[in-house]
């Protein structure tokens, strides 16, 4: 196949997505304008559009200094860092626990019950124990938000093996060590990555929450509550705008680094990746 | 008997298998089971589901253990054959690797049991060259035939030259027809293997076509109800299918089953 027919053929395959974004969009603009909304109810996509541009001319201007990006920026660090610490910290104590089996099956249910739980609600404790500026406080929630989905899975992952598989290994004289990396954690990368996704939208959620509670000035959810108060509802927009940006970048990021160490099972799910 | 039991390949000797013992839901999988195979042949085991078909085979393997009796695999026990890697395994499900190439699910035994890289490679191309996939070998498990996987895990049970090959319904989720091929496949690959083969089915004419001998089992208590020879010769093609002999033994073989059937229903 040309590249110009794959092109074609991938374009054909997006174009009714791309066509309810634009409808979305074009009535959006059209409600506000025919019903005469005020901006600060619901302002219209051309004057967010024209916001972020601005921004974009502010960032990229030498002399000036955007706060969107900076607050951009700031936020997305923390949520990445939480991410890698909370993840991390959940496929390593997932890798511990299941080499005991009494040890997983112990901690399980908890880690289960705590999944449950609204983390998100320790912000404020957290803002006291590392201070409300320090991104470590917002990095602590973040990391707690994703530890136990992403442990709960890798347990999963580690443990529900097809028994031929690991009679097979049994056979083979295979020890422990053997097993787990030649079977278990190969078995458990579909659990993982499953859990990376949902971790990746949860983490950025968790950061611009946690600074709902307070933070840096440069931070999106402070911009967004500061601009929001200022009834300047275009910013306010521009940075939920750009924190929706950050964050499917961040979920398409490890869905690419999925496909990259996984391409088996991308094409086991019958995935186009032509 | 310990003699003759070093002289073969399997040596069983009042074997009992009981799941549960002492409990409500206590089953006997196996009762007195004696079977003696010598090394080089080809063995079926036979009979409805829940005759311990499977369980016996199981218990060779060492995947399990019997509850009382003596089983030795060329003259040791299951067990120490099992770290020897004696056993070269074949299940329903192929159960390769999803995650390795044709090639790499063939070279995992040998990966474990330290063998080198270029080794390993060279002796999964040659098996997979006796199963006729060998344009196959940088191919994924998900792209193959179930047919044509089979013959993979085939390959990854032989790469290692293993005394015994364990093969448990390998062909059963398979169509007549690619069942068919691979049973003449299989007799290829044990003439010129010469490996001693346990092989579980439930299909009669399966069984006939393929071994040497047919042990038939019945259930509850699992036991063996007889063992037939099969004095049909070897090696034998599509035309052993035709041949008024090998018709006269499945007829035999099927009688034997139904009366184990009817002694079972009149029991329970």
């Not at chain 1, 009714?16 to 603009?29: C, F, K, S, Y």
Request: net charge positive; charged share 20%; aromatic share 10%.
């Amino acid at each position: 196949m040309t590249a110009a027919a794959s092109l074609r053929r991938r374009l054909r395959w997006y174009l009714p997505t791309i066509a309810v974004a634009i409808g979305v969009i074009l009535a959006w603009e059209f409600i506000v304008i025919s019903f005469d909304i005020q901006q600060f109810l619901l302002p219209k996509p051309s004057a967010i559009f024209a916001e972020f541009s601005q921004q974009i001319r502010l960032w990229l201007a030498p002399d000036e200094r955007s706060i969107l990006f900076e607050s951009s920026g700031a936020t997305f660090w923390e949520a990445f860092g939480g991410f890698i610490i909370g993840c991390g910290g959940g496929i390593l104590v997932a890798l511990i626990s299941s080499r005991w089996t009494i040890v997983s099956e112990a901690t399980m249910p908890f880690a289960i019950a705590a999944n449950s739980v609204p983390i998100i609600a320790f912000a404020p404790i957290m803002n006291n124990w590392f201070g409300i500026t320090n991104p470590a406080s917002k990095m602590a929630i973040v990391a707690i938000i994703v530890f136990f989905p992403t442990m709960i899975n890798t347990v999963r992952g580690l443990t529900l093996v097809d028994a031929r598989q690991l009679e097979l290994m049994r056979a083979y004289a295979a020890t422990p060590g053997e097993i787990l990396r030649k079977l278990r954690i190969p078995n458990a990368l579909p659990y993982i990555f499953s859990a990376l996704r949902v971790a990746s939208a949860l983490s950025l959620i968790g950061a611009v929450v946690a600074e709902f509670f307070g933070g840096p000035r440069a931070t999106l959810g402070v911009y967004i509550t500061q601009e929001a108060s200022a009834f300047d509802f275009a910013k306010a927009w521009t940075a939920i705008l750009m924190a929706s940006i950050i964050g499917i970048s961040f979920y398409l990021a490890v869905l690419l680094l999925e496909r990259r160490l996984m391409p088996w099972h991308a094409s086991l799910r019958g995935a186009d990746m032509a | 008997m310990q003699s003759a039991g070093r002289q073969s390949a399997i040596w069983a000797r009042d074997i009992n298998k009981i799941f549960n013992p002492g409990a409500e839901e206590e089953v006997i999988a196996l009762q007195g089971i004696n079977l003696t195979v010598a090394a080089g042949e080809f063995v079926s085991l036979i009979g409805p589901s829940g005759c311990g078909k499977s369980t016996l085979m199981r218990l060779i393997g060492d995947l399990t253990q019997p509850t009382s009796g003596e089983l030795l695999v060329n003259g040791k026990r299951p067990r120490q054959a099992r770290l020897d890697r004696d056993y070269g395994m074949v299940f329903q499900a192929a159960t390769l690797y999803d995650w390795r190439s044709v090639s790499k699910n063939v070279q995992l035994p040998l990966e474990i049991m330290g063998y080198a890289k270029a080794e390993r490679r060279q002796r999964a191309q040659a098996m997979l060259e006796m199963v006729e996939l060998g344009a196959f070998s940088e191919h994924y498990p998900w792209q193959l035939s179930g047919g044509m996987q089979q013959r993979v895990s085939i390959a990854r049970a032989l790469v290692f030259e293993p005394a015994v090959l364990l093969m448990d319904e390998p062909f059963g989720a398979l169509d007549e027809f690619t069942r068919e091929r691979m049973n003449l496949e299989l007799l290829r690959i044990w003439q010129r293997t010469g490996k001693t083969i346990v092989f579980v089915t439930h299909s009669i004419s399966e069984a006939v076509f393929l071994s040497k001998r047919i042990v038939v089992m019945s259930p509850r208590p699992g036991r063996i109800t007889e063992i037939v020879e099969n004095p049909l010769p070897y090696p034998r093609d599509f035309t052993t299918r035709n041949a008024p002999a090998y018709h006269a033994l499945v007829a035999k073989v099927r009688e034997l089953l139904r009366d184990a059937h009817d002694s079972d229903e009149a029991a329970g």
